[in-house]
């Protein structure tokens, strides 16, 4: 996996205007991405359509914060992943807000997360445990029982084209802390990593588990970047706070294309 391309991914959440997002949008459209790195921001949905054509002329893709499970009908309020099409690239699935916050159950997760490839839309499934259950040592069975429910209803196929987010709710800043903040060391990290593969493997068989994308979640910024797409297996990150500023983000998109080159050396 050493000659594979690494995932810069940011969520925005619930930051910026409409205008503020796209004048920002504008600013990375500006930036040089460096060869083997895959830039996406996601916007907040209002945003969305604005930012993808900003984006359009450059390599940096958009990705949804969320979608609805059916394709259309009367759900005020909501989005649907067939909308979203041609607009979004990627969509985030399950995210741990979505899950705390919004009460999302395993069942609905898997719903979307079938409604996205449906419409043609790489799903990011966002997974992890809380802090009460890391600390009664349920990390595996919580990440295990994630990825069966969630990825039920694809093929494996479809499983080894989606992306897999590894975001323990503990590590989540709330999004100015990220700097400081506790979050996993690289070898628990690999140690997450590792299992989610397992059990792709296990349950959709060795070529979905070579073939699907993890990223690391929480409190990523461009001090650990580096450390952390280190890696062994880990394709990339999903940057939340880090993400809100061009000079905390790019560093990070910068030390990706070292980690690309330098694991092409390694290779050789």
């Given at each position: 996996m050493s000659g594979r391309k690494k995932l810069i991914f940011a969520n925005w959440k619930m930051h910026f205007s409409v205008k503020q997002a796209t004048a920002f949008a504008k600013k990375l459209s500006e930036k040089k991405i460096d060869e083997g790195v895959v830039v996406a921001v996601a916007p907040a949905t209002i945003s969305l359509s604005p930012v993808s054509e900003t984006l359009a002329k450059c390599d940096i893709a958009t990705i949804a914060q969320n979608?609805?499970?059916?394709?259309?009908?009367?759900?005020?309020?909501?989005?649907?992943?067939?909308?979203?099409?041609?607009?979004?690239?990627?969509?985030?699935?399950?995210?741990?807000?979505?899950?705390?916050?919004?009460?999302?159950?395993?069942?609905?997760?898997?719903?979307?997360?079938?409604?996205?490839?449906?419409?043609?839309?790489?799903?990011?499934?966002?997974?992890?445990?809380?802090?009460?259950?890391?600390?009664?040592?349920?990390?595996?069975?919580?990440?295990?029982?994630?990825l069966e429910v969630g990825l039920a209803d694809l093929t494996s196929d479809e499983v080894g084209d989606a992306v897999i987010a590894y975001e323990p709710v503990w590590a989540l800043s709330n999004g100015k802390d990220f700097s400081k903040h506790k979050m996993p060391a690289p070898d628990d990290i690999k140690k997450a990593v590792d299992l989610i593969r397992g059990n792709i493997k296990e349950l959709y068989g060795i070529d979905a588990a070579s073939k699907v994308k993890i990223?690391?979640?929480?409190?990523?910024?461009?001090?650990?970047?580096?450390?952390?797409?280190?890696?062994?297996?880990?394709?990339?990150?999903?940057?939340?706070?880090?993400?809100?500023?061009?000079?905390?983000?790019?560093?990070?998109v910068e030390a990706a294309g070292r980690v690309y080159k330098d694991n092409l050396t390694d290779k050789k």
């Open positions: 979608g609805y499970h059916r394709d259309e009908g009367a759900f005020t309020g909501e989005t649907s992943m067939p909308m979203l099409r041609g607009i979004a690239k990627f969509v985030l699935v399950g995210h741990s807000e979505r899950r705390h916050v919004f009460n999302e159950s395993n069942e609905l997760i898997r719903a979307k997360m079938s409604a996205a490839v449906r419409s043609g839309i790489k799903p990011i499934l966002c997974i992890g445990e809380t802090l009460m259950e890391k600390e009664h040592y349920h990390t595996s069975t919580v990440i295990s029982s994630q990223l690391y979640g929480g409190s990523s910024n461009a001090d650990n970047a580096t450390a952390i797409l280190s890696v062994n297996g880990l394709d990339g990150l999903l940057v939340g706070g880090a993400s809100l500023g061009v000079a905390t983000f790019w560093p990070m």
